[in-house]
Each structure stands twice: as C-alpha cells, then as structure tokens.
C-alpha cells in the first residue's frame, strides 16, 4: 500500500521532477505512457511539444529556408 498524488501540468520539467509515471492526455485521450525509468526528461519534453509531428513541420520548414 502506498500513496499516489496525480499531478497535472503542461510544464515536463516540473513533471519529471516529481513523477514516476507519466500519461500525456490530448483533449481528453490518452497519447502515451512513460516510466521514469523508460524516458528521458528530453524525450518527454519532445513527446508533449508535439513529438513526431512537431519532427515533420521542423523538417517540412527548413526545407522552405
């Protein structure tokens, strides 16, 4: 038996300071699952900016640079 505290912010820094766990929510879905032990803090970062299509529209405008 232990205790839980759910902990919600847009901040990732503030979250992987604290969590063990991580659910990143998208209007009320479930996008993803962590462990503290299977993300880095930059990979969790990456995933709440946008992930793989915050990758594709960076890629997309340099190549209009």
């Given amino acids: 038996a232990g205790i839980s505290v ?3 912010t ?3 820094h503030h979250a992987y300071l604290v969590g063990d766990n991580f659910y990143l929510l998208n209007r009320g879905q479930m996008m993803a699952e962590y462990t503290k ?3 880095s803090r930059e ?3 990456k995933a709440m900016a ?3 299509e915050l990758e594709a ?3 997309e405008l340099g190549a209009k640079g």
């Fill in 6 to 8: 759910v902990f919600i």
């Fill in 10 to 12: 847009h901040n990732p």
């Fill in 37 to 39: 032990d299977n993300v």
């Fill in 43 to 45: 990979e969790l970062v």
């Fill in 50 to 52: 946008g992930g793989a």
């Fill in 57 to 59: 529209l960076a890629h």
